[in-house]
């Protein structure tokens, strides 16, 4: 019987952090960068603009925009309900595994992605932000369990510069697929492109399911017990979130900064969800193949700074403190809201990507990070990230709902980035009120 590694060790270290490299590619080849092209180029190709969906005509961005609230929506309700069975029954890397599976699988049946089955098209969509997120709701809690305090910065750091340099090698041979379609056997021209981008969706979820077997063989299951599921531990997941809101009236410090990432994660997580749709239809391309080269360039370099980003970040947050920094990084990004505003050439959308990336990286990295410092000691780790993730989850869903809707009314998405301003805003505010240490 294999052992478990022991708490801090190089191997289980890594073998969390490995994760981030094999789902990474969802976030970046799906939600960011190859998909949004592929789905404007469907509408582009057809020669409209908006949809028939539910007795109604609504544009593009609107429909994608309140499909992923919705699904976020599923999972804010669903963390707490599965990581309550996990604790009970001693195993949340199976539910970690099962969330990884349904994502994988998600993002290959996007290969069949069309609008004239827009419905179940809408749904592999759907199911691969649901595998995506609730994976990471069991793969953040893992964070306190496999190193110790003075390791996590750095861990964490080291888990999203895996994911980035993991994504972009795939994004780079997914790119060099759709641009030269030919060296592939898939023939020349704008439907040959089209279809390289649905082999991506393939590459995905293989690569997802492949690489995390590595990080699977080496977490530990949980704390073991013999406890069955049954009907009265179901709800136990939203007793535990409840324990976990009354006890943050002893703990003002986790209360004052949870309250802090709920306003400004909420802006952080809807820029990086509709980035490339912004870039898509907001631009003056030059034609398409421009615009398919300009946005994977973009994202690219996104997630190249986002490298550093991350270390310079964790690096401020030793010499200045963890709560000074994040203010920090808010800062630029109400600064980046407003510039993007005002962003109409590729050149100036590069410039915008890069500052994007240098914040996007250190802001996820530190705040899971700080997160996971101002917990009390606790075994029941889970339960406070579940707290974590579904706070995050339902900023996520009047995130994209506020933007969606402001994009549908006003015809523009350049309105629903400047409205991002005042979330970052008030999160700075918010997290002065937070104690330093």
């Given at each position: 019987?294999?052992?478990?590694?022991?708490k801090?060790?190089?191997?289980?270290?890594n073998?969390?952090?490995?994760?981030?490299?094999?789902?990474?590619?969802?976030?970046?080849?799906?939600?960011?960068?190859?998909?949004?092209?592929?789905?404007?180029?469907?509408?582009?190709?057809?020669?409209m603009?908006?949809?028939?969906?539910?007795?109604?005509?609504?544009?593009?961005?609107?429909?994608?925009?309140?499909?992923?609230?919705?699904?976020?929506?599923?999972?804010?309700?669903?963390?707490?309900?599965?990581?309550?069975?996990?604790?009970?029954?001693?195993?949340?890397?199976?539910?970690?595994?099962?969330?990884?599976?349904?994502g994988?699988?998600?993002?290959?049946?996007?290969?069949?992605?069309?609008?004239?089955?827009?419905?179940?098209?809408?749904?592999?969509?759907?199911?691969?932000?649901?595998?995506?997120?609730?994976s990471?709701?069991?793969?953040?809690?893992?964070l306190?369990?496999?190193?110790?305090?003075?390791?996590?910065?750095?861990?964490?750091?080291?888990?999203?510069?895996l994911?980035?340099?993991?994504?972009?090698?795939?994004?780079?041979?997914?790119?060099?697929?759709?641009?030269?379609?030919?060296?592939?056997?898939?023939?020349?021209?704008?439907?040959?492109?089209?279809?390289?981008m649905?082999?991506?969706?393939?590459?995905?979820?293989?690569?997802?399911?492949?690489?995390?077997?590595?990080?699977?063989?080496?977490?530990?299951?949980?704390?073991?017990?013999?406890?069955?599921?049954?009907?009265?531990?179901?709800?136990?997941?939203?007793?535990?979130?409840?324990?976990?809101?009354?006890?943050?009236?002893?703990?003002?410090?986790?209360?004052?900064?949870?309250?802090?990432?709920?306003?400004y994660?909420?802006?952080?997580?809807?820029?990086?969800?509709?980035?490339?749709?912004?870039?898509?239809?907001?631009?003056?391309?030059?034609?398409?193949?421009?615009?398919?080269?300009?946005?994977?360039?973009?994202?690219?370099?996104?997630?190249?700074?986002?490298?550093?980003?991350a270390?310079?970040?964790?690096?401020?947050?030793?010499?200045?403190?963890?709560?000074?920094?994040?203010?920090?990084?808010?800062?630029?990004?109400?600064?980046?809201?407003?510039?993007?505003?005002?962003?109409?050439?590729?050149?100036?959308?590069?410039?915008?990507?890069?500052?994007?990336?240098?914040?996007?990286?250190?802001?996820?990295?530190?705040?899971?990070?700080?997160y996971?410092?101002?917990?009390?000691?606790?075994?029941?780790?889970?339960?406070?990230?579940?707290?974590?993730?579904?706070?995050?989850?339902?900023?996520?869903?009047?995130?994209?709902?506020?933007?969606?809707?402001?994009?549908?009314?006003?015809?523009?998405?350049?309105?629903?980035?400047?409205?991002?301003?005042?979330?970052?805003?008030?999160?700075?505010?918010?997290?002065?009120?937070?104690?330093?240490?």
């Open positions: 019987m294999k052992m478990n590694l022991p801090g060790s190089k191997k289980l270290l073998a969390w952090a490995f994760y981030d490299w094999a789902n990474s590619v969802y976030s970046l080849v799906i939600a960011s960068a190859v998909f949004p092209i592929f789905y404007g180029a469907l509408f582009s190709k057809a020669g603009d908006t949809i028939e969906v539910f007795g109604g005509a609504i544009r593009s961005t609107p429909l994608i925009s309140y499909t992923t609230a919705a699904a976020f929506l599923v999972v804010a309700f669903i963390s707490p309900l599965l990581s309550g069975i996990a604790d009970y029954v001693g195993n949340k890397k199976r539910f970690m595994q099962f969330f990884c599976y349904l994988s699988l998600s993002c290959i049946s996007l290969y069949f992605f069309s609008l004239e089955n827009i419905y179940i098209s809408l749904l592999s969509y759907f199911f691969g932000l649901i595998g995506f997120w609730g990471l709701v069991f793969y953040n809690s893992y306190p369990d496999v190193a110790f305090k003075e390791q996590q910065d750095a861990l964490s750091a080291k888990g999203y510069s994911g980035y340099i993991g994504s972009v090698v795939l994004l780079l041979f997914n790119l060099t697929m759709v641009m030269f379609p030919q060296f592939f056997g898939l023939g020349e021209g704008g439907e040959a492109s089209i279809e390289a649905k082999i991506s969706f393939i590459t995905v979820g293989l690569w997802w399911i492949g690489f995390s077997q590595y990080s699977f063989k080496y977490l530990p299951k949980g704390n073991k017990t013999k406890h069955k599921v049954t009907s009265k531990v179901i709800f136990n997941g939203f007793r535990e979130l409840k324990g976990v809101y009354t006890s943050l009236s002893a703990n003002v410090s986790l209360k004052r900064y949870l309250i802090a990432f709920f306003v994660s909420m802006a952080v997580q809807t820029v990086m969800l509709v980035a490339t749709y912004f870039g898509e239809q907001e631009i003056a391309w030059g034609g398409d193949d421009e615009k398919t080269l300009g946005l994977i360039g973009s994202i690219l370099l996104i997630q190249l700074v986002a490298v550093l980003g270390i310079i970040t964790s690096k401020a947050s030793a010499k200045f403190g963890n709560i000074p920094s994040l203010i920090g990084v808010n800062l630029i990004w109400v600064v980046i809201c407003v510039v993007a505003y005002f962003v109409v050439t590729p050149t100036q959308f590069y410039i915008t990507a890069a500052f994007v990336g240098l914040v996007m990286g250190g802001i996820q990295s530190l705040s899971r990070s700080t996971s410092k101002f917990l009390p000691d606790t075994e029941d780790t889970t339960s406070y990230f579940s707290f974590y993730d579904v706070a995050e989850k339902i900023g996520i869903v009047i995130g994209m709902l506020l933007y969606g809707f402001i994009d549908q009314i006003t015809g523009s998405m350049r309105n629903s980035i400047l409205f991002l301003v005042l979330f970052f805003g008030a999160g700075v505010i918010l997290l002065f009120r937070v104690p330093r240490k």
